[in-house]
């Protein structure tokens, strides 16, 4: 997560949809206010030059004892609590991808690479299970998306550069992104071969179908869908605001010694 009172944006992001990679690239751009939720040493390792605290801050509520930790897949609803107003009216930004997609990945990075296993019945439970990140939440509140900004993996590089200029931040020539995760799913895990029954792939359609109000992905195809946002996006985040406790008057930063 990132929270960006420089260029007055939220940067949330599901599980599984490179989301490390697009929140390393935009440290480069963060001020010595903004806060960026750590990473994984290893993904910390890859950040380069950022003014930003890289931390993961703590909010207690005043009034019932309530924590917060805002933290590397924290919704933005968790965010609008602890800051309230002064956020509100931040652009929200995600990334996502095809629901298919995701849950093969979800299932070799939660550590299914067993060669002496068979992947075909292991994968199937997974699915049915619904062990694979099905985080409409992060993004949304109360059942509505409030994401202004959708960074489809399908378009990575396409929709991060219109991200950055909608920030007014010009990005010349090309785009490269550290592969944070990139080597844990084998690249004959494709669609095809992992997908083999089609009550499999109705799992993950009806699993999906907040996401896919959004994003109409299709199993069948590659290409990126049209993003549909939310004309209530804005109404929704004021609405939390009135019904819920939100912002300093509630909740207080728990001080800590050090940052990392």
Same mark, same amino acid.
């Given at each position: 997560?990132?929270? !960006? ?9 599901? #599980?599984?949809?490179? #989301? ?24 910390? *390792? ?7 605290? @890289? ?10 004892? +309530?924590? @917060? ?63 694979? $990140? ?36 010009? @990005?010349? #020539?090309? @785009?490269?992104? $550290?592969? !944070? ?10 669609? +095809? ?14 699993? !999906? ?15 990126? $869908? ?11 985040? *004021? ?7 939100? #912002? ?8 800590? !010694?050090?940052?990392?």
């Amino acid at each position: 997560m990132i929270v !960006s009172h420089k260029h007055n944006f939220v940067y949330v992001k599901p #599980g599984k949809t490179a #989301g490390s990679s697009i929140e390393l690239a935009i440290s480069a751009y963060c001020g010595p206010q903004d806060v960026i939720t750590r990473l994984r040493p290893r993904e910390e *390792y890859q950040r380069g030059d950022c003014a930003a605290r @890289i931390e993961n801050p703590q909010f207690v509520n005043i009034n019932s004892g +309530e924590t @917060i930790e805002l933290q590397n897949h924290s919704r933005y609803s968790d965010a609008l609590r602890v800051y309230g107003e002064q956020i509100v009216d931040y652009d929200v930004v995600c990334t996502e991808r095809n629901p298919w997609e995701k849950a093969i990945s979800s299932f070799f990075w939660k550590g299914n690479r067993r060669p002496e296993r068979p992947v075909e019945p292991r994968f199937k439970r997974f699915v049915n299970d619904g062990r694979w $990140p099905q985080d409409f939440d992060v993004y949304s509140v109360n059942g509505v998306c409030v994401a202004d900004h959708i960074i489809r993996v399908e378009r990575l590089k396409e929709d991060y550069r219109d991200f950055l200029g909608s920030l007014g931040i010009v @990005i010349e #020539g090309e @785009i490269s992104f $550290p592969a !944070s995760k990139g080597f844990q799913r084998p690249k004959e895990a494709t669609r +095809e071969v992992m997908f083999t029954r089609p009550w499999v792939i109705r799992a993950v359609e009806e699993h !999906s179908q907040e996401l896919r109000s959004v994003l109409p992905y299709r199993f069948e195809e590659r290409s990126a $869908p049209e993003v549909h946002l939310s004309p209530d996006r804005r109404t929704a985040r *004021y609405r939390f605001l009135e019904q819920n406790a939100c #912002g300093p008057a509630y909740w207080q930063r728990v001080p800590t !010694s050090t940052s990392a």
